[in-house]
């Protein structure tokens, strides 16, 4: 049989396969026909939530380069996000869709990467982050899916905790509780080019005298940039340590301050920084978020700015040898790319 041009985009068509040897399987989801995809004997299916997030593109990408993997199930809000790689078999819906799924299926291990930090939203961060988490562990006990990788944050050990932190928090001792066989990875702030935080601060570096930062720049920082981050999550698929919680943190604890010079360096630019008042600024946030002003930072991340946020990555390290190279040789890399030399 040829094989197909892309990925299906939705589950509710029976899906092509391809005759690859070994044994077939069935995926039946809620109310659609089946679908037949190979299952080579020896190798790991993966189920991913949040595939089409910073981390988790990046994470499918190099899911679906490791050997030891045979399919990853990814789920997508729309077909519209479906990314045309080897291995990967796109499954549509929601996170409220989960509990609902059948899988007729082997599935080694659950990746809950879905989560939601934007705004400090109760509401909402209770939704993804706490029942999201629930709903995937039902999907796990509903199709005897035996272990679950989460991804929590280092901002449960902020002082000052948002509704991101604290719902991330009361994810965790779900997973705890759920009597699977559990892994947390507590990632710090992760970085890739102009991504995430560290693209606006290298925005602003480039557009403005001095980039706003609240409290002195004092404060640390241990960003990991986004390979690092997934090749210690594919080596945790691999080598499943039940029970632990680790953290995962670049090789380089930063004051802020420093870290903006940095990224002015790689730009061959001046980083400095603007101080701003970090409580005012803390509690001008927390009363416009009761009020639901919106105000384009939360009080979390103004947290984040004026706490040291950094860990030992001692264990981890131990368990899962990665590289961890310089922040400062990970931006000169990222200049490079971004000027074509």
Request: hydrophobic share 40%; charged share 30%; net charge positive.
């Amino acid at each position: 049989m040829e094989r197909p041009r892309r990925n299906p985009p939705a589950y509710k068509i029976r899906e092509l396969f391809l005759e690859a040897g070994g044994r077939f399987f069935r995926f039946l989801p809620p109310g659609g026909s089946e679908r037949i995809v190979p299952e080579r004997d020896g190798k790991m299916n993966v189920f991913v939530t949040g595939a089409s997030g910073f981390i988790g593109t990046r994470l499918i990408e190099t899911l679906s380069k490791e050997p030891a993997v045979d399919h990853i199930f990814a789920l997508y809000r729309n077909k519209e996000q479906v990314p045309f790689l080897p291995k990967v078999d796109p499954v549509i819906g929601d996170l409220d869709a989960l509990p609902e799924m059948k899988l007729d299926a082997r599935i080694d291990v659950m990746v809950h990467l879905a989560g939601y930090y934007k705004t400090e939203s109760k509401k909402i961060c209770e939704k993804i982050n706490v029942q999201g988490t629930r709903d995937a562990i039902a999907l796990c006990r509903n199709n005897g899916i035996g272990k679950i990788l989460f991804f929590s944050t280092i901002n449960v050990d902020l002082k000052s905790k948002g509704w991101y932190a604290k719902t991330k928090l009361q994810a965790e001792e779900e997973i705890k509780n759920s009597g699977l066989e559990y892994m947390i990875l507590r990632p710090s702030l992760v970085y890739e080019g102009r991504h995430g935080s560290l693209g606006k601060i290298a925005a602003y570096v480039e557009k403005l005298p001095a980039v706003p930062v609240f409290g002195s720049g004092k404060a640390k920082e241990q960003p990991i940039h986004v390979d690092e981050l997934t090749d210690l999550a594919t080596a945790i698929i691999k080598n499943f340590k039940s029970g632990k919680t680790l953290y995962a943190a670049g090789r380089d604890a930063i004051p802020f301050k420093e870290l903006v010079k940095t990224i002015g360096r790689g730009m061959n630019r001046k980083g400095r920084i603007l101080p701003v008042p970090a409580k005012p600024a803390y509690w001008l946030a927390k009363l416009a978020e009761k009020t639901g002003l919106p105000t384009g930072i939360s009080s979390e991340q103004i947290a984040h700015m004026s706490e040291d946020l950094t860990t030992d990555m001692e264990e981890t390290l131990k368990l899962y040898p990665i590289e961890l190279k310089p922040f400062e040789e990970h931006i000169r890399n990222i200049t490079r790319q971004n000027s074509g030399i």
